[in-house]
C-alpha cells in the first residue's frame, strides 16, 4: 500500500506561484497513475490535475488549465504541481492521490491511496 505525504503549501499573494511536492512511500511508484485533488471549506473534494503512470500523458481541470503544471519523477518517487498565477479562488487543501493502474484519471472515485492534505492559502 502506497504512502502518500504532500508538502510545499503555504500563504501566497494573488498573482504568486507555489509548488506542491507529493512523495510516495513506495518504489512501485511508477505503477501509479496520480492526481491533485483539493477542497475548499464547506465544499466538496475536486479535480484539479491527473498524470500518467510515465507522465507522458497529463489533463486538468478547466479552472486551472493554463496556470498548474502537473509532473512527476519516477526515480524520486515524487509528483509535483507547479500552480502559478494564483487566484484567491485557489484556496483549498490540496491532496495527492494514486490510481491503480497507469491510465490517468479525473475521477475521484478511482483513486485508493491519499495523502494527508496540505494547504494553500491565497489573499488577494
Known amino acids: 500500500q502506497v504512502q502518500l505525504v504532500e508538502s510545499g503549501g503555504g500563504l501566497v499573494q494573488a498573482g504568486g506561484s507555489l509548488r506542491l511536492s507529493c512523495a510516495a512511500s513506495?518504489?512501485?511508484?511508477?505503477?501509479?497513475?496520480m492526481g491533485w485533488f483539493r477542497q475548499a471549506p464547506g465544499k466538496e473534494r475536486v479535480f484539479v490535475a491527473t498524470i500518467s503512470y510515465s507522465g507522458g500523458s497529463t489533463y486538468y481541470a478547466d479552472s486551472v488549465k493554463g496556470r498548474f503544471t502537473i509532473s512527476r519523477d519516477n526515480a524520486k518517487n515524487t509528483m509535483y504541481l507547479q500552480m502559478n498565477t494564483l487566484k484567491p479562488e485557489d484556496t483549498a487543501v490540496y491532496y495527492c492521490a494514486a490510481r491503480n493502474g497507469g491510465r490517468y484519471s479525473s475521477d475521484i472515485d478511482e483513486y485508493a491511496y491519499w495523502g494527508q492534505g496540505t494547504q494553500v492559502t491565497v489573499s488577494s
Open positions: 513506495e518504489r512501485t511508484f511508477s505503477s501509479y497513475a
